[in-house]
C-alpha cells in the first residue's frame, strides 16, 4: 500500500539496493485494488520499516518481507527512519527495528514511535539476554525478535498491526456518539485513499463483527491523525491533572481542553498511550509506586522521544506519581531547558512538570500526572522551589510554552521542549530560560534530563532529552510532577536507558516511594519545597531507579540516574532546602549529588568525572540548608554546563549528606564544561 | 558437475561453516534475484572488512576498551549470525566472552581466531559460488550442444539414418 508517490520516493532514496521495481506489482495491485483488492490480499501490502545499521541484515530483511508480499523501506539510520516516519504520517504500519545502533538506541527510537507516532513496533537483536528482552517489552514493544530473522516470524507481524488497530477501536468508548466514533486515530491507512480505506476496511472488518455497530466507518476512514504536539500534550496533561488521574476520561479531558477539531477519540488513544506510558514509567522503577515525580523510570526517557512532548513528561509525572519527580524532573528539565538542542535526537520536551510539583511543596497529591506545563509554573509560587537551582522556578505556562518552543528541534520533532515548567512557581528563579530547554537530546550522551531540568526551572519548556531525570527534584509537592519527558530511554547509556530510566528518577520515585508523598515531607521542610523533597525524597526512598542499566539502590535515596552530563537536574535536587535556585548552582551539596561514572557504579562522588553516559551517581545529600540549588539550576546551563556545574558543586561542597545518592545512569557529567 | 556442488555444499554445512541460516538465503533467491545470496554474502565481505579492521584498531589500543570491543564484536557477530557463518559466530561468541571477562590476552588470541575462520570461509564460499558459476555455464553449453546435435540429428534422419529423436546426440555417419 503505498501511500502514492511520497511513499515510493522513500522507498527508493532510501534503499538503494533495494528492488523496489520487484516489488511493485504487489503494490500495485494492492494499491489498485482499492476497494475489492485490498481486503483479499491483507496482509499482502504491509507497509513496513525496517531500520538496522548493518546493511547485511537489512538486505536480508527486505528480501524476506518481500518474499511475504509486504511493502518494504529500510533504513541504515534510526534519525532517516524517524524522519521518514514524520514526513510520511499513516504511511507505514510496522516498523521493525534492531536495538544496537551506533546513531541511536533502538529503544529510543521505539518510544519516539510509540509516542508520536503510535506504530507498532518490532525490535529485534541477535542478543537475547533477558533483561533486553525486558527491557524491550517495558519500552513497549510489540514484539522481540532474536536475529538471525527467520522468513517465518516475519510472516506473523501483521498481527501486531491488527492488534493495536484493534485496542485503538476499543478505546473508544461504544456508548459515545455515533459521530463521535471516529475511526480513532491511528496510524494508518487513512492518509492514501484508496489503500488506507482498504486497509481500514480490512481491519474494520475484522474487528467490526464484535464492535462495529458503533463505529462509523465510511467517514472516519480518512480521519488525518493528529498529532500531538507539545502544547496539545501539555493541554491535554494539564486537563488530566485536573481530573485526576484516575478519573480522567476522555470526554471531560476533552472538554477541559477545548481544542477544537479534537475528538473524543483522539483523546482516548492518546489518553491510553499516556496511561501506558505512565504505568511503564512506574513499573519500571519500583514497585513500591512511588514515584515521585520521576519522571518514569527507565522509560521515561525524555529527550529523545519527542513525542513525549508533554506525553513524556506526563508520563513521568503520571508514572509515579510523579509528583514526586521533581528531582528528574527538573533535571530533566534542566537539561531540557538547557536547550540542549543537540542532539536533537530527542528532543524530549520535558512537559514541565506540573508546575505545581516541583517545586511546589504544596501538592501533597502524589501522583502528579501532570506535570506539564499547566501548572509547573506555579504551584506552589512562593516557594523558591527551584527544583532546578539556578532554574527559574517560575515557568509561566508561557514560559513553558516557550521552552516548547525551543525545545523543539531535534529530530525533527522531539520537542525539546522540557515542559519542565519547573515551575513557574514562583520561584522564579527564573532562570534564563534560555537554557535551551530545547536541548533535547538527551540521547547523547547529555542526559539532558539533568540540564534539561534545570532548563525547566528556567521555565521554559527543557527539552529533556534526556528522560525525565528528575528524580531528585521530586519535586517536592506533588505537583511538582516534573514531566520530563523522559525519554530516557534514548540515549541513555547504553544499556540503561539513561536519564529517564536511570536517572534516578524512576528510582526517585522509587524512592520517593517510601513515602508516599513527598509532599509531606516537603511540607515539613517549609522551605522550598523542592528541595526539601528532593531530600526527603532521598531520604525516604529508595531511589533505586530501575532502569535498566540502572542499579537501584534500594538504599536510601540512591538514585541512580543515567546521568549524563546534563544532568544536573538530579544533582540539584537534592536539595531540600527550597531555595532558589537562584543562582547557586551547584548547589547540590546539601544533597550533593554525587556523580560516578562509569556504568552502575557509584564510585564517583562529587564531580566524579562523568563520562558520557557513564552512570552518574547521584547523591545528594540532604542536608538543610538550602543551598541546593546549585547544581541543578545552574542558570543557563546548557546542558552541559548543567552537568559540569552540579559536578562542581558536588565536589566543592560536598555535603555530607550522604543519604541520597541519586546514581545517573549513562549521564556524562564530564561533558558539562564547568 | 553438479553433484560436485551438491557435495561442496553439504561439507560446508556438514563441516560447521554455514548453518541454517545459509539455507534460509538459498530460499530467498529466486529467478527474480538469482544471485541473492551471493550478493548478500558480498555485502558481509564489505561490511566485514570494516568491522574486522576497526576491531584490530581498537585492538591496538592501551588499555583496551572492552565496551568499544564488545560493541563492535556483537555487530560483526550480527551480521555473521544473519548469513549462517556457524563458526565465525562461535569464535564471536568467545571473543565476547573473554570481553566480559576482561581478558585482555585471550581477547587478542580470539581475536586472531574469528579472523581466521573468516578467512577460511570466506575462501570456502568463493570457491562454491565460482563453482556454482561454472556449472550453470556448463549446462548452457550442454544444453546448447544438445540442440546443435538434435538439429544436426534431424538433418540426417534425411539422409535415412533411423535413429530415434531423443537427445542422444547421434551422428548420422
Known amino acids: 500500500m503505498n501511500l502514492g508517490g511520497g511513499q515510493v520516493v522513500n522507498k527508493q532514496s532510501m534503499t538503494p539496493g533495494s528492488s523496489v521495481g520487484s516489488w511493485k506489482p504487489a503494490a500495485a495491485i494492492a494499491a489498485a485494488g482499492g476497494d475489492g483488492g485490498a481486503p483479499d490480499q491483507f496482509p499482502a501490502g504491509l507497509r513496513v520499516l525496517v531500520v538496522d545499521d548493518d546493511s547485511t541484515c537489512l538486505v536480508i530483511l527486505e528480501k524476506m518481507l518481500r518474499h511475504c508480499k509486504y511493502e518494504v523501506t529500510k533504513c541504515s539510520r534510526a534519525e532517516v527512519a524517524l524522519s521518514f516516519l514524520r514526513e510520511n504520517k499513516n504511511g507505514f504500519d510496522v516498523v521493525i527495528s534492531d536495538v544496537h545502533m551506533p546513531d541511536m538506541d533502538g529503544f529510543k527510537l521505539l518510544e519516539h514511535i510509540g509516542l508520536e507516532m503510535d506504530l507498532p513496533v518490532i525490535m529485534m537483536s541477535a542478543d537475547d539476554s533477558k533483561s533486553v528482552v525486558m527491557k524491550g517489552v517495558t519500552h513497549g514493544a510489540c514484539d522481540y525478535l532474536i536475529k538471525p530473522v527467520r522468513i517465518e516470524a516475519l510472516r506473523n507481524i501483521w498481527q501486531h498491526v491488527v492488534r493495536k488497530r484493534k485496542h485503538e477501536w476499543k478505546d473508544f468508548d461504544p456508548s459515545a456518539s455515533a459521530d463521535e466514533q471516529k475511526q480513532p486515530e491511528e496510524p494508518d491507512y487513512s492518509s492514501s485513499a484508496n489503500e488506507g480505506h482498504n486497509w481500514k476496511n480490512t481491519k474494520r472488518k475484522k474487528d467490526e463483527e464484535d464492535d462495529a455497530d458503533e463505529r462509523d466507518e465510511s467517514s472516519s476512514l480518512k480521519k488525518p491523525r493528529v498529532v500531538w504536539s507539545v502544547e496539545l500534550h501539555q493541554q491535554f496533561v494539564a486537563a488530566v491533572n485536573q ?432 | 558437475m553438479l553433484r560436485q556442488i551438491a557435495n561442496t555444499r553439504q561439507s560446508l554445512f556438514d563441516q560447521g561453516y554455514l548453518d541454517e541460516q545459509f539455507i534460509q538465503l538459498e530460499e530467498l533467491q529466486d529467478n527474480s534475484n538469482p544471485n541473492f545470496v551471493e550478493e548478500v554474502v558480498t555485502l558481509f565481505y564489505r561490511d566485514s572488512a570494516r568491522f574486522l579492521s576497526r576491531l584490530d584498531q581498537a585492538l591496538e589500543n592501551r588499555p583496551l576498551d572492552f565496551n568499544k570491543l564488545d560493541g563492535l564484536m556483537h555487530q560483526f557477530k550480527g551480521s555473521s549470525t544473519s548469513i549462517g557463518a556457524k563458526k565465525v559466530k562461535t569464535e564471536c561468541t568467545h571473543f565476547r566472552n573473554y570481553c566480559n571477562a576482561r581478558n585482555a590476552e585471550e581477547c587478542k588470541r580470539t581475536f586472531q581466531n574469528v579472523k581466521k575462520e573468516y578467512t577460511t570461509l570466506r575462501k570456502k564460499l568463493e570457491a562454491y559460488f565460482q563453482l556454482s558459476k561454472i556449472c550453470n555455464d556448463e549446462n548452457e553449453d550442454i544444453s546448447y550442444t544438445w540442440v546443435h546435435e538434435y538439429h544436426w540429428d534431424q538433418l540426417s534422419k534425411c539422409n535415412g539414418g533411423e535413429r530415434s529423436s531423443t537427445e542422444e546426440p547421434q551422428v548420422c555417419t
Open chain 1, 243 to 674: 481530573l485526576g488521574i484516575d478519573k480522567a476520561v476522555p470526554k471531560k479531558i476533552l472538554e477541559l481542553m477545548n481544542v477544537p477539531g479534537l475528538t473524543r477519540e483522539n483523546v482516548a488513544s492518546h489518553l491510553q498511550k499516556y496511561r501506558l506510558y505512565l504505568r511503564r514509567l512506574s513499573g519500571s522503577q519500583h514497585p513500591g509506586g512511588m514515584n515521585p515525580g520521576f519522571m518514569g523510570g527507565p522509560d521515561a526517557g525524555f529527550g529523545p522521544i519527542s513525542s513525549l512532548n508533554g506525553l513524556d513528561l506526563q508520563a513521568l509525572a503520571a508514572s509515579g506519581q510523579l509528583g514526586q519527580l521533581p528531582p528528574q524532573s527538573l533535571a530533566n528539565l534542566q537539561a531540557a531547558a538547557l536547550g540542549r538542542s543537540n542532539n536533537s535526537k530527542s528532543t524530549i520536551s520535558i512537559p514541565v512538570i506540573d508546575q505545581r510539583n516541583i517545586f511546589s511543596f504544596e501538592n501533597p497529591k502524589s501522583r502528579y500526572p501532570e506535570v506539564q506545563s499547566q501548572h509547573l509554573t506555579n504551584n506552589n509560587s512562593s516557594k523558591q522551589i527551584n527544583l532546578l537551582p539556578g532554574i527559574p522556578t517560575n515557568m509561566d505556562s508561557k514560559q513553558f510554552v516557550s521552552l516548547h518552543q525551543s525545545g523543539q528541534h531535534s529530530l525533527g520533532s522531539m520537542n525539546n521542549l522540557v515542559l519542565i515548567q519547573m515551575s513557574g512557581q514562583s520561584q522564579n528563579q527564573n532562570q534564563p530560560q534560555s537554557q535551551a530547554l530545547s536541548n533535547t537530546n538527551a540521547h547523547h550522551g547529555l542526559r539532558q534530563p539533568v540540564m534539561s531540568n534545570e532548563m525547566l526551572t528556567r521555565g521554559g519548556v527543557v527539552d529533556m532529552a534526556q528522560p525525565v531525570y528528575n528524580p531528585v527534584v521530586s519535586v517536592s509537592q506533588a505537583s511538582s510532577l516534573v514531566n520530563f519527558s523522559m525519554n530516557h530511554k534514548t540515549d541513555s547509556l547504553g544499556s540503561s536507558y539513561p536519564l529517564g530510566g536511570s536517572l534516578g528518577i524512576p528510582a526517585a520515585s522509587s524512592a520517593l516511594q517510601g513515602d508516599g508523598n513527598l509532599d509531606t515531607k516537603i511540607s515539613r521542610k517549609g522551605i522550598v519545597p523542592s528541595y526539601d523533597i528532593f531530600n526527603d525524597l532521598n531520604q525516604n526512598r529508595d531511589w533505586g531507579l530501575q532502569d535498566s542499566g540502572l542499579t537501584f539502590d534500594q538504599s536510601q535515596h540512591t538514585i541512580q540516574a543515567g546521568v549524563d552530563a546534563s544532568n544536573p537536574l538530579l544533582l540539584q535536587h537534592n536539595r531540600s532546602s527550597g531555595r532558589n535556585l537562584g543562582g547557586q548552582n551547584r548547589n547540590l551539596t546539601s544533597g550533593k549529588v554525587v556523580l560516578s561514572p562509569g556504568v552502575e557504579t557509584r564510585t564517583h562522588q562529587n564531580g566524579s568525572n562523568l563520562g558520557p553516559h557513564r552512570n552518574v551517581h547521584v547523591k545528594t545529600e540532604n542536608d538543610s540548608d538550602g543551598s541546593y540549588n546549585n547544581m541543578l539550576y545552574s542558570e543557563q546551563y546548557g546542558q552541559d554546563d548543567l552537568l559540569a556545574a552540579i559536578l562542581k558543586q558536588q565536589q566543592q561542597e560536598s555535603i555530607g549528606q550522604p543519604d541520597n545518592e541519586f546514581v545517573y545512569d549513562g549521564y556524562a557529567l564530564d561533558d558539562l564544561p564547568a
